[in-house]
């Protein structure tokens, strides 16, 4: 079974500044997707980045950008001039690309503060 | 972009009675959906997988006759929350995906928030 590892419960950043969130996923499969899901306070779920295994160029949406390790199994999620408004909880997903059902496998979560 | 609802947005209910949430995908076809439990300041847990017109799929340790997952049209599911307890109460996500592909992405509903006295 496919497991996603969030290591920082909590992390924090001045308004402006670069912040990076880490993600490890374990998998045996070849095929897959990787997400990156912001759920601020009023706990909608909203995508901010995918990321196809297959595609070796990492994933760029605005201020939000990956790093994406294959071999080493790590999606890091970058967020470039921080703001207010990025403050929320950040899930790191998993998804298969080898078999039908489209199941997520979340990680644990991080708490993304930004200080003004 | 893809939207899913879901009512109630919150529901208070007294022990013992059952409470239904509703899925609804209002601008697509939803071929599967999936539902989930999140705790507070926790990851989201997935209960179960429901495609239309056949039995929902079950995750191992939920109860299948205490959560009741119905999927009777391509764009709505629901919850039951059957005699529920207060340690039911939680914050309940649905998701829906349109069509068969891989590559489809899963678009998420608001939640509902149940609180059982």
């Known amino acids: 079974a496919q497991t996603v590892t969030q290591s920082q419960p909590e992390m924090s950043v001045q308004e402006a500044e670069t912040v990076t969130l880490s993600c490890t996923y374990d998998?045996?499969?070849?095929?897959?997707?990787l997400f990156w899901y912001k759920q601020p306070p009023s706990r909608q779920m909203i995508l901010v980045i995918r990321q196809e295994a297959y595609k070796q160029q990492n994933a760029t949406e605005n201020r939000f950008s990956v790093n994406f390790q294959k071999a080493a199994k790590s999606f890091s999620l970058k967020i470039s001039d921080s703001q207010l408004g990025d403050a929320a909880m950040y899930f790191c997903?998993?998804?298969?690309?080898?078999?039908?059902?489209?199941?997520?496998?979340f990680g644990a979560g991080t708490i993304l503060r930004v200080k003004s | 972009g893809a939207v899913v609802s879901q009512h109630p947005s919150w529901v208070i209910c007294k022990s013992g009675t059952s409470v239904k949430i509703e899925c609804r995908s209002l601008?697509?076809?939803?071929?599967?959906m999936f539902w989930y439990r999140q705790f507070p300041k926790q990851s989201l847990m997935l209960m179960a997988t429901?495609?239309?017109?056949?039995?929902?799929?079950?995750e191992q340790g939920v109860e299948k006759d205490k959560f009741l997952i119905n999927h009777a049209s391509l764009t709505l599911s629901t919850l039951t929350v059957t005699s529920a307890h207060p340690e039911d109460s939680s914050f309940y996500i649905c998701?829906?995906?349109?069509?068969?592909?891989?590559?489809?992405?899963?678009?998420f509903g608001p939640g509902t928030r149940l609180t059982v006295l």
């Open positions: 429901s495609n239309e017109g056949s039995k929902a799929t079950y």
């Open positions: 601008d697509f076809q939803a071929t599967t």
């Open positions: 998998t045996s499969e070849s095929d897959y997707y």
């Open positions: 998701s829906a995906t349109p069509g068969l592909a891989v590559y489809n992405e899963q678009f």
């Open positions: 997903a998993y998804r298969s690309a080898e078999e039908y059902g489209n199941k997520l496998v």
